[in-house]
């Protein structure tokens, strides 16, 4: 059984930083990469960064230079440091996480809310 739980989310006003964690538990041997998605109400989900096992990152254009993703290994945990938060990044974050387990699958978290308003 593998869970992923989110947490940092919030209101915070434009211009303003959040620091957003997600943390794998359960029968993990192996991450591949860990990410983070985001939800808006009335879009699709959409892609916002990844890091991979070999510590290599990637991020959306519209996150780009704002946004860092970092992963503590040990703890199986990944963060996402928001920074110069503007309100069309108000969305639902979900964590995404490629494991094994006892088979090799995706995972994600219930997801945390993010509101940027002032």
């Known amino acids: 059984q593998v869970e992923l739980v989110e947490s940092g989310g919030g209101l915070v006003q434009p211009g303003g930083s959040l620091r957003l964690s997600c943390a794998a538990s359960?029968?993990?041997?192996?991450?591949?990469?860990m990410g983070w998605y985001r939800q808006a109400p009335g879009k699709q989900r959409e892609w916002v960064a990844v890091?991979?096992?070999?510590?290599?990152?990637n991020y959306a254009d519209s996150v780009k230079g704002r946004f860092t993703i970092s992963r503590d290994n040990a703890k199986n945990t990944v963060y996402l440091q928001m920074n110069s938060l503007k309100p069309e990044d108000t969305a639902v974050y979900y964590c995404?996480?490629?494991?094994?387990?006892?088979?090799?699958?995706?995972?994600w978290g219930q997801g945390t809310q993010v509101t940027v308003s002032s």
């Open positions: 890091i991979r096992s070999g510590g290599s990152t």
């Open positions: 995404n996480a490629d494991l094994l387990a006892t088979t090799r699958d995706k995972y």
């Open positions: 359960g029968s993990i041997f192996s991450i591949y990469a």
